[in-house]
């Protein structure tokens, strides 16, 4: 654990809103990938390139297109012209249903998939791919359902993402942990599978954690970050990170994004 004191006493009043705010943060849904529960106490940078508009883009070009791990289907639901066939997978049951209630109105088929190989469906079955943050890409099979000259475009996490916080929690990471999810990495990965990739692109973002339930939602929510994170877990480095927050003001981190777009050769 990093070395820092977790035993600076709070005042009475410091103590009380510490435990109504992670009470409140620790009590609320988590479902889906909406983060809107954070206005007004947390703020992320936005990438440049506009993901969920050049998304959807692509998707008024498509003739079938699957969103891979869509988790509660938001930014799928956000196209403004959806292709003849659309279809998205994910594997957490509760974003499961959620994003069957909200995509299915717009006919689009939601299919419970184990986020492992083989996708399931046929070769070439969609002429566009498209990933929001996957945990894991599964090259080949995305190279196996594209047909020839079909797209596969993602935004994903890149290395060593909010370690800021991360490490305040876990303690300083190995080289080989914060130089996971290397953009160049993708590339090689996805040429290996016999795609060519037609545009990389990578960016350092600002983000800001106002108070400590912005917090506890976050590593509720994004569960990769602290990897068995729970309140009771991690209560006294909440302590110490709420009495930072009330004395010092934001919890500055910084994420990092990348956009992989690839084509199977015709």
């Given at each position: 654990?990093?070395?820092?004191?977790?035993?600076?006493?709070?005042?009475?009043?410091?103590?009380?809103?510490?435990?109504?705010?992670?009470?409140?943060?620790?009590?609320?849904?988590?479902?889906?990938?909406d983060?809107?529960?954070?206005?007004?106490?947390?703020?992320?940078?936005?990438?440049?390139?506009?993901?969920?508009?050049?998304?959807?883009?692509?998707?008024?070009?498509?003739?079938?297109?699957?969103?891979?791990?869509?988790g509660?289907?938001?930014?799928?639901?956000?196209?403004?012209?959806?292709?003849?066939?659309?279809?998205?997978?994910?594997?957490?049951?509760?974003?499961?249903?959620r994003?069957?209630?909200?995509?299915?109105?717009?006919?689009?088929?939601?299919?419970?998939?184990?986020?492992?190989?083989?996708?399931?469906?046929?070769?070439g079955?969609?002429?566009l791919?498209?990933?929001?943050?996957?945990?894991?890409?599964?090259?080949?099979?995305?190279?196996?359902?594209?047909?020839?000259?079909?797209?596969?475009?993602?935004?994903?996490v890149?290395?060593?993402?909010?370690?800021?916080?991360?490490?305040?929690?876990?303690?300083?990471?190995?080289?080989?942990?914060?130089?996971?999810?290397?953009?160049?990495?993708?590339?090689?990965?996805?040429?290996?599978?016999?795609?060519?990739?037609?545009?990389?692109?990578?960016?350092?973002?600002?983000?800001?954690?106002?108070?400590?339930?912005?917090?506890?939602?976050?590593?509720?929510?994004?569960?990769?970050?602290?990897?068995?994170?729970?309140?009771?877990r991690?209560?006294?480095?909440?302590?110490?990170?709420?009495?930072?927050?009330?004395?010092?003001?934001?919890?500055?981190?910084?994420?990092?994004?990348?956009?992989?777009?690839?084509?199977?050769?015709?």
């Amino acid at each position: 654990m990093p070395a820092e004191s977790d035993a600076t006493p709070p005042t009475p009043g410091e103590a009380a809103r510490f435990d109504a705010l992670v009470a409140e943060a620790d009590s609320v849904s988590v479902d889906g990938w909406d983060f809107s529960w954070l206005d007004g106490r947390a703020t992320e940078q936005r990438p440049s390139w506009g993901y969920a508009r050049a998304m959807g883009e692509r998707m008024g070009r498509a003739r079938a297109a699957l969103d891979i791990q869509t988790g509660g289907g938001e930014v799928l639901a956000s196209v403004p012209e959806l292709p003849p066939l659309a279809v998205a997978t994910e594997s957490w049951p509760p974003n499961i249903a959620r994003a069957t209630a909200l995509l299915h109105p717009l006919g689009v088929a939601v299919v419970a998939d184990a986020d492992e190989p083989p996708l399931p469906f046929g070769d070439g079955a969609f002429d566009l791919v498209a990933s929001r943050h996957p945990v894991t890409t599964w090259w080949d099979e995305i190279a196996r359902v594209l047909t020839p000259g079909g797209t596969y475009f993602s935004q994903q996490v890149g290395p060593a993402s909010v370690f800021e916080l991360v490490e305040f929690f876990l303690g300083p990471q190995p080289p080989e942990v914060r130089g996971e999810r290397d953009p160049e990495r993708a590339r090689a990965d996805a040429e290996a599978a016999g795609l060519d990739v037609v545009d990389l692109r990578a960016e350092r973002l600002r983000t800001e954690f106002s108070d400590i339930g912005a917090v506890v939602y976050f590593l509720r929510k994004v569960v990769w970050m602290v990897p068995g994170f729970t309140v009771e877990r991690y209560r006294p480095r909440l302590a110490a990170l709420h009495h930072r927050l009330e004395t010092e003001g934001p919890f500055v981190a910084h994420t990092t994004r990348f956009l992989i777009e690839a084509r199977k050769p015709e």
